[in-house]
C-alpha cells in the first residue's frame, strides 16, 4: 500500500467515524448501558473497518518472483490464492502469493507464516482469545461466551479445539524461564484424576511445586506469592516425578522439599531417586476421613463419635500420631465391622505414622495438606474439560 493510499484511508476513515459520532453521540441523561453500547459499536466498526483494508494489503504483498523452499531449492511465483481469515474484527477475505517448488512438487504461501496465522486461518489475537476462554470453560462453550462478549468469532467445536492446543502447543515447546532458587519452604505434591476421552478413560497425573505460606489470603497477590508451578501429563508417572523433582531442587537450592500427598502407595515410589533430600508428609485431612470412619464404629453413640473425633484431629495436630495407634491396638471390636476397620486402618497408620508428625512440619512451615495439588486436579484440569 503506497502511501497516498494509506493517507486516503485514513482521511476516509476518518470522517466516516466523524459523522457516526455525530449522529450517535448520547444526549444528555442517556442510560448509561447506551451509552457503553455505543462506545462498543464504535470501537467495533473502527476495528473492522481497519482490519478489511489493511490485511488484504498485507496478505496480498509480493516480495520478489522466488522463495526458499524448505527442501533447498527454489519456490516461484504461481499466482495469489483466495483464504478467509478469522479475526477478532470478524472474517476478512484476503488473497495471498503462492509459490511452488519444482524440486520437490510442494508449494507455500509465505503470507501465512509471516501472518502467523493458526488453525482453522486464525490471526494471532484471535488465537490468544479462543486460548484463553478454551482454558476457562469446555471447548464446546466458548461458542456461546464469545457471542456474549460480542466478539465476531464463529469457529466450531473442532477448530476452537485445534486452536487452543496449537497455543498450548508453542507454549509448551517455548524455552520457559522457571522460578529461581529461594530461600522459602518449597513444596510439592502429586495426584491423578481420571477423565473420558475419545480412546477411553485416561489418568491425567499431575504435580505441583509452590511455597507454602500458612496465613496467605484468597487474593491474587497472595496467590502470586505462592509461585506454583503446575505439571501434568497423560505420560508415564515416572517422566512426571522426574519433571516435578528437578523443579523443586532447583528451586529449594539444597533445602529439603516438603512432598504432601495423601497416602496412596505409588505417591512414594521414584522419590529416592530424583528427590533425596526431603521430608514425607501424610495429607492430614486425608487421615481425617479415616479418623471419620472408625468413631461410628468405635463409638456408636453419636455425640460420642463426633467429641472423639475433634478430642483425636486435636491430638493428631498437636502431638502426632501416638494416641491414635494406642487407641487402635487397645481397641478390642466386638462386631465383624468393627474388626474388619481396626484391621485396615492399625495397618495403615502403622506404615504412614512417619509421615504423621504434624507438630513438627508446622514448626519448620511445612504445609500438611494436599489441598495445593487437588485444587489443581478440579481447576487446571477437571473444569476444563
Not at 511452488?100 to 482453522?120: I, N, V, W
Request: charged residues 25%.
Amino acid at each position: 500500500m503506497t502511501p497516498e493510499a494509506i493517507q486516503h484511508h485514513q482521511e476516509e476513515l476518518v470522517e466516516r467515524f466523524r459523522q457516526q459520532l455525530q449522529e450517535g453521540w448520547p444526549a444528555p441523561g442517556t442510560d448509561i448501558n447506551a451509552l457503553e453500547d455505543f462506545g462498543a459499536r464504535l470501537g467495533r466498526s473502527v476495528q473492522e473497518e481497519i482490519a478489511a483494508r489493511v490485511l488484504p494489503a498485507e496478505a496480498e504483498r509480493k516480495d520478489g518472483n522466488q522463495v526458499a523452499c524448505p527442501c533447498g531449492g527454489r519456490a516461484f511465483y504461481q499466482r495469489h490464492h483466495a483464504l478467509t481469515l478469522v479475526t477478532l474484527a470478524g472474517r476478512v477475505r484476503v488473497r495471498r502469493p503462492y509459490y511452488h517448488c519444482a524440486a520437490c512438487k510442494k508449494g507455500q504461501c509465505p503470507a501465512d507464516t509471516r501472518l502467523r496465522l493458526g488453525a482453522g486461518h486464525t490471526t494471532p489475537a484471535a488465537q490468544a482469545q479462543l486460548a484463553l476462554l478454551s482454558a476457562l470453560v469446555p471447548y464446546g462453550q466458548v461458542r456461546d461466551l464469545l457471542s456474549q462478549l460480542g466478539l465476531p468469532l464463529t469457529l466450531d467445536l473442532k477448530q476452537t479445539e485445534r486452536v487452543a492446543q496449537g497455543v498450548g502447543k508453542q507454549l509448551q515447546d517455548a524455552s520457559l524461564i522457571p522460578y529461581g532458587p529461594t530461600t522459602q519452604t518449597v513444596a510439592l505434591g502429586f495426584d491423578g484424576v481420571m477423565l473420558p476421552t475419545r480412546e477411553g478413560k485416561k489418568e491425567v497425573r499431575v504435580g505441583v511445586i509452590y511455597e507454602p505460606e500458612r496465613d496467605a489470603g484468597r487474593t491474587r497477590a497472595a496467590a502470586e506469592g505462592l509461585r506454583t508451578e503446575y505439571c501434568a501429563t497423560t505420560g508415564s508417572r515416572a517422566s512426571l516425578v522426574r519433571e516435578v523433582c528437578a523443579r523443586a531442587s532447583a528451586r529449594a537450592g539444597g533445602q529439603v522439599v516438603a512432598v504432601v500427598a495423601d497416602g496412596a502407595a505409588l505417591d512414594w515410589v521414584d522419590l529416592d531417586a530424583y528427590l533425596p533430600s526431603r521430608v514425607e508428609i501424610l495429607d492430614f485431612y486425608h487421615v481425617l476421613e479415616r479418623v471419620g470412619e472408625i468413631a461410628p464404629l468405635l463409638h456408636p453413640e453419636a455425640e460420642l463419635a463426633a467429641a472423639w473425633r475433634e478430642a483425636m484431629r486435636e491430638e493428631l495436630e498437636n502431638w502426632g500420631p501416638r494416641k491414635l495407634l494406642e487407641t487402635l491396638r487397645e481397641w478390642v471390636p466386638t462386631t465383624a465391622a468393627g474388626r474388619e476397620m481396626r484391621r485396615v486402618q492399625l495397618g495403615y497408620f502403622e506404615k504412614q505414622q512417619d509421615r504423621m508428625r504434624y507438630p513438627e512440619y508446622r514448626r519448620r512451615g511445612f504445609p500438611i495438606g494436599s489441598g495445593a495439588v487437588e485444587g489443581a486436579c478440579k481447576h487446571v484440569v477437571c473444569e476444563r474439560f
